[in-house]
């Protein structure tokens, strides 16, 4: 039993390590305690989930991007299956929506990007780095940065690789730890 605990623990730190290896980088995962994976249910129920894309890479390439971005963010979150839009016509009364900034600076705060969908921008000439909050209107939900070294085309599987990160940070499989274990009392 204990060998097979040893092998089952290692099995895992392999992927959780193979999960580090690569061109994506990310840091500052946030989950505000009051998220829930069904809020996906209820904006696929609206129609799906807005997501506004500000100072993207590849400005003559606008539609191509857009596509692997929505295309990318539909395969690669947990919970129910909800679509992902670019066009602002289309929102209909759902108030989640997805904020990409593209070229975030350092002192960039995701609560200020679901207020106002600005943040302050940097240069990143080596990177493409983005900030990534899941927003309830004005309210933050979750949030992440990553980033990858500059690729020249939506098209680069490698862009395609950031965007499936930030899909699976800003919609984790479950809600805050509190509700996971009913015996644990946090004050």
């Known amino acids: 039993m204990r060998r097979a605990t040893y092998l089952l623990i290692g099995f895992f730190s392999l992927f959780w390590l193979a999960g580090c290896i690569g061109p ?3 840091y500052a995962p946030y989950q505000a305690s009051n998220y829930r994976p069904v809020f996906l249910g209820y ?3 609206k129609g799906g989930i807005y997501t506004n894309v500000s100072d993207a890479p590849f400005p003559s390439e606008t539609t191509a991007r857009d596509q692997v971005i929505t295309r990318t963010l539909e395969e690669s979150h947990f919970g129910p299956p909800v679509s992902f839009y670019v ?3 289309l929102q209909q009364g ?3 929506r997805v904020e990409l900034a593209f070229n975030p600076a350092i002192n960039a705060s995701a609560d200020k990007l679901c207020q106002s969908s600005e943040v ?3 240069d990143y000439p080596d990177q493409i780095r983005v900030m990534a909050a899941f927003c309830n209107s004005d309210y933050l939900l979750t949030s ?3 980033w990858i070294p500059r690729v020249d085309n939506p098209a680069d599987p490698t862009f395609t690789q950031l965007m499936r990160q930030v899909g699976v940070q800003i919609f984790p499989p479950q809600g805050d730890i509190r509700d996971r274990n009913p015996f644990i009392i946090f004050e």
């Open 43 to 45: 904006a696929a129920k």
């Open 120 to 122: 302050p921008r940097s």
């Open 94 to 96: 759902s108030p989640y």
């Open 144 to 146: 992440t940065v990553a």
């Open 24 to 26: 994506v980088n990310s």
């Open 87 to 89: 066009d602002p016509a």
